[in-house]
T-cell receptor
């Protein structure tokens, strides 16, 4: 069964350091999402890609976060510098088609980030 | 703007008892509604979704939910809880042009033996 892959699963870093997370969506899925899930809360969208283009990054803290999906397949989310408040689970999801609100989003296992 | 409210951050039931997790939504457009389950340190898995048509939706693992437009609700139920149902459950709404999901804060379900 096709799955969304993410790595690493766990990351511990010190504040002011740079971190990067990787996501490989299900093959053929054009839309890719990065969510942040703070402990005890629901996921919140950070950025959405359609192929290689960003279609929504309104909630991405652009002073320290960046995301790319250069070839429209896998994606990298970077934080530089990390702050204590960035400790959270970072989830990647993909779906087959953009702009179809009833499309299921398939989630990866997430990367749990701890900033010390 | 869309939003989701899940009533009760923590629900505890006995094994074999009815499970009822509450979800109310707000949406300015016809909503598509979802329930996801999350086990510890894992991603989210879709339980069921409502798009159009029948308002009673059946999902995996014996769960079902009923869309009630007049009450703006989409409560999740399961007739008989199993120990393996212990997890966190998220209700979500989608209706924007980009297909974004707006999640509730989640309800943690505990199942007592």
């Amino acid at each position: 069964e096709a799955e969304v892959a993410q790595s690493p699963r766990y990351k511990i870093t010190e504040k002011s350091q740079a971190v990067a997370f990787w996501c490989d969506p299900i093959s053929g899925h054009a839309t890719l999402y990065w969510y942040r899930q703070i402990l005890g809360q629901g996921p919140e969208l950070l950025v959405q890609f359609q192929d290689e283009s960003v279609v929504d990054d309104s909630q991405l803290p652009k002073d320290r976060f960046s995301a790319e999906r250069l070839k429209g397949v896998d994606s990298t989310l970077k934080i530089q510098p990390a702050e204590l408040g960035d400790s959270a689970m970072y989830l990647c999801a993909s779906s087959f088609q953009q702009g179809v609100s009833y499309n299921e989003q398939f989630f990866g296992p997430g990367t749990r980030l701890t900033v010390l | 703007a869309q939003s989701v409210t899940q009533l009760g951050s923590h629900v505890s039931v006995s094994e074999g008892a009815l499970v009822l997790l509450r979800c109310n939504y707000s949406s300015s457009v016809p909503p598509y509604l979802f329930w996801y389950v999350q086990y510890p340190n894992q991603g989210l898995q879709l339980l069921l979704k409502y798009t159009t048509g029948a308002t009673l939706v059946k999902g995996i693992n014996g769960f079902e939910a009923e869309f009630k437009k007049s009450e703006t609700s989409f409560h999740l139920t399961k007739p008989s809880a199993h120990m393996s149902d212990a997890a966190e459950y998220f209700c979500a709404v989608s209706g924007g042009s980009q297909g974004n999901l707006i999640f509730g804060k989640g309800t943690k379900l505990s199942v007592k033996p």
